[in-house]
């Protein structure tokens, strides 16, 4: 099983793992778990429960969707909550926890523990008002640019360290016959998101973390011409026929899983792909005959402004506790240790929150740069979108993404997400 940990030593390690945190005798019962992952994400789920299955006697069942937050609305309206969800980030965390729907964490973890186990920036995305209310199983790190080494060698260009490197790199390649880049904003219902991760990127990048946490606070309005600024440097990529593949109409329907295929075809479709590291399984899935580090690799997204440097932007599969009984405490202890995270993490390619990742559960060299990359990062920020109230963060957000990209006046549009955005944070839906 090249690059992954056997499943003879996995079920071995885990079984260990497991005598310190599930009663001595195997018990029976069930664990509900209700989350988005599908396809390879959902595989990786099935084999990393596979071994607390066999140790601890409880089944666990998965209820998938795509619309997570509306499934999850209408069960815990009927009072039927699943015992764990997968929230899509603090945003969504910090709403469940107002509205009283979560379990304290600090409650179930020894977090003598924790502290000793976790980075203090994971603990703190997970803490909120009086408790520690979700528990990261892995990372994914979004600030990274997407190209094929072949290509480049191919052709003589040099990976850019500047932003205005990346420009003039993508002038040359529309002078090869080349579109610079390949982008995709299909999700389902969550369509759009992938356009938030750029300005996001973006905001980083043209001006200092603190005036980022007050946008995801709302303590700036979204018609500030920072944010402006924002959208205007995504739109001269995702608006221009020239600059990306297919134009904005292939860019509204391209699904972002699909989004890399064209730098791996004969001659290249296009140069570059912005996504974040789970874009790996997905360039695997597509196309199984390419090797990580030779016929696909990763660059960091090249600063703006010099004075604000490369920031890492951020995102995590995190798990909140809905349900207080015995099963569901176990699974989240069984979550948090290192051997379950390195099932899951050496199947897709994620990278590693717990101090005790062995880095020899990574995959390929390129998944140990990303790791390094994440942790070395002078400023992290976690995905803003997930971050703020739902209504706004994978609502209008969201929505404003595709309007612009349809050729919506921006003015208009950042009025429209302002508008919903005073509404939110007015109203108490506000989580910062």
Same mark, same amino acid.
């Given at each position: ?8 030593? /996995? ?17 029976d ?20 429960v596979?071994?607390? =299955? ?10 998938? /969707? ?10 815990? =309206? ?19 926890? @107002?509205?009283?729907?979560?379990? +304290?964490?600090?409650?179930v ?21 009086d ?5 990261f ?10 190209? +094929? ?6 052709y003589?260009? =040099? ?6 490197e990346? !420009? ?31 300005i996001? !990127? ?7 973390p603190?005036?980022? @946490? ?66 790996t ?27 604000y ?31 379950a ?23 390929? =060299? ?12 002078? /400023?992290?920020?976690? @995905?803003?979108?997930?971050s ?8 209008a957000?969201?929505q404003g993404?595709? @309007? ?6 921006? !003015? ?11 509404e ?7 989580? +910062?």
């Amino acid at each position: 099983m090249k690059g992954k940990i056997s499943t003879g030593l /996995t079920l071995v390690l885990l079984a260990s793992l497991l005598l310190f945190s599930l009663p001595a005798a195997a018990q029976d019962g069930t664990v509900t778990v209700m989350g988005v992952w599908g396809g390879g994400e959902l595989d990786a789920f099935n084999k990393m429960v596979e071994p607390f =299955e066999q140790a601890s006697g409880i089944e666990v069942q998965y209820e998938g /969707t795509r619309d997570l937050p509306t499934l999850l609305t209408t069960r815990l =309206e009927a009072g039927n909550p699943p015992d764990i969800v997968a929230v899509s980030g603090p945003g969504m965390m910090k709403d469940l926890a @107002d509205d009283g729907d979560l379990i +304290n964490l600090e409650n179930v973890y020894n977090m003598n523990y924790i502290r000793e186990d976790f980075d203090e920036k994971w603990i703190n995305l997970a803490t909120y008002n009086d408790g520690m209310y979700a528990m990261f199983l892995a990372a994914d790190v979004k600030s990274l640019v997407w190209y +094929n080494p072949n290509v480049f060698e191919e052709y003589g260009y =040099e990976v850019p360290e500047t932003w205005e490197e990346m !420009d003039q790199l993508a002038q040359q390649m529309q002078e090869d016959g080349i579109t610079p880049w390949s982008i995709g904003l299909e999700s389902g219902a969550a369509s759009g998101w992938p356009g938030t991760d750029w300005i996001e !990127d973006i905001m980083l990048r043209t001006t200092d973390p603190e005036t980022y @946490d007050k946008w995801v606070a709302h303590d700036i309005p979204w018609t500030d011409d920072r944010v402006k600024n924002a959208f205007e440097i995504f739109g001269k990529y995702t608006k221009n026929p020239d600059m990306v593949y297919g134009g904005p109409t292939a860019v509204l329907s391209t699904n972002f899983g699909d989004a890399p295929n064209p730098l791996f075809t004969d001659p290249p479709r296009a140069g570059l792909h912005r996504q974040a590291s789970f874009i790996t399984s997905f360039i695997k899935d597509n196309n199984p005959e390419l090797k990580a580090g030779e016929d696909f690799d990763f660059f960091p997204l090249p600063p703006i402004d010099e004075e604000y440097g490369t920031p890492a932007l951020g995102a995590a599969d995190m798990l909140s506790m809905l349900n207080d009984n015995q099963e569901a405490r176990q699974f989240m202890k069984y979550i948090a240790t290192p051997g379950a995270q390195s099932i899951w993490l050496s199947e897709l390619g994620k990278l590693g929150t717990h101090n005790r990742i062995n880095p020899n559960v990574y995959p390929d =060299e390129i998944t140990r740069q990303m790791a390094e990359f994440l942790n070395n990062a002078d /400023t992290f920020r976690f @995905d803003a979108s997930d971050s703020m109230p739902a209504s706004i963060g994978s609502g209008a957000f969201w929505q404003g993404i595709l @309007d612009y990209v349809s050729s919506q006046n921006l !003015d208009s549009v950042l009025d429209s997400i302002e508008q919903n955005a005073d509404e939110a944070y007015s109203s108490g839906e506000a989580t +910062n």
